[in-house]
């Protein structure tokens, strides 16, 4: 049986008790048509808003256990996404380290490997030129000399120099758990619902 159907059931078993005890407690008696017409409504009612106020009751329950669940779920991805800071952070500045230890290897100068930086970092030519406050041609004669140097061709080998080794062909759980990407959680369906 559903829900719905216990608290109609509940209201029908209050109006019968509510009507009994009514009638019970009369002292002279009272045919059925006076009592539906004069006494049944009002236990019809109280027994309809006991129901109700049982059902509502229910109902808010069901949704502090599921707040309280939502809100242990997003305390637990906030501690997750905070390790991942932590762990993205410690590996960036160790790269961060060892591209400054190349560039130094390749001998570009301090304009030059700010150049090369924020040329792995995705920035055209004119980005850098407005960072750098230079020009264009600045800018490309600067990878020009970057490419030379590094034996590289392109911008996009130098980005794979640094960063194809970084991106296993296919993660391995056994070698670091820690650096295995966990599926993104997926909406439950009854919570697209609830919110709709």
């Given at each position: 049986?559903n829900?719905?159907?216990?608290?109609?059931?509940?209201a029908m078993?209050?109006?019968?008790?509510?009507?009994?005890?009514?009638?019970?407690?009369?002292?002279e008696p009272?045919?059925?048509a006076?009592?539906?017409?004069?006494?049944?409504?009002?236990?019809?009612?109280?027994s309809?808003?006991?129901?109700?106020?049982?059902?509502?009751?229910w109902?808010?329950?069901?949704?502090?256990?599921?707040?309280?669940?939502l809100?242990a779920?997003?305390?637990?991805?906030q501690i997750?996404?905070?390790r991942?800071?932590s762990t993205a952070?410690?590996?960036?500045?160790?790269?961060?380290q060892?591209?400054?230890?190349?560039?130094?290897?390749?001998?570009?100068t301090?304009?030059?490997?700010?150049?090369a930086m924020l040329?792995?970092?995705?920035?055209?030519?004119?980005?850098?030129?407005?960072?750098?406050?230079?020009?264009?041609?600045?800018?490309r004669q600067?990878?020009?000399v970057?490419?030379q140097k590094?034996?590289?061709?392109?911008r996009?080998?130098?980005?794979?120099?640094?960063?194809?080794?970084?991106?296993p062909?296919?993660?391995?759980?056994?070698?670091?758990?820690a650096?295995?990407?966990?599926?993104?959680?997926?909406p439950?369906?009854?919570?697209?619902?609830?919110?709709s």
């Amino acid at each position: 049986m559903n829900r719905l159907a216990w608290h109609v059931l509940l209201a029908m078993f209050l109006f019968a008790m509510f009507s009994a005890v009514d009638l019970w407690g009369e002292d002279e008696p009272i045919s059925p048509a006076e009592f539906l017409t004069e006494d049944a409504w009002p236990w019809a009612l109280l027994s309809v808003a006991l129901a109700a106020a049982s059902e509502l009751a229910w109902r808010f329950r069901a949704s502090q256990v599921e707040r309280e669940g939502l809100a242990a779920a997003l305390a637990a991805s906030q501690i997750d996404g905070e390790r991942w800071r932590s762990t993205a952070r410690q590996h960036s500045e160790g790269l961060g380290q060892a591209i400054n230890a190349q560039f130094g290897d390749w001998r570009l100068t301090a304009s030059e490997s700010d150049v090369a930086m924020l040329l792995l970092k995705g920035l055209s030519h004119k980005e850098v030129a407005s960072l750098r406050n230079a020009s264009s041609a600045t800018v490309r004669q600067q990878a020009a000399v970057i490419y030379q140097k590094s034996g590289l061709a392109s911008r996009a080998e130098l980005a794979a120099f640094f960063l194809e080794d970084l991106f296993p062909s296919r993660p391995d759980p056994a070698a670091s758990p820690a650096m295995v990407l966990k599926p993104a959680p997926q909406p439950r369906p009854e919570l697209i619902q609830h919110m709709s």
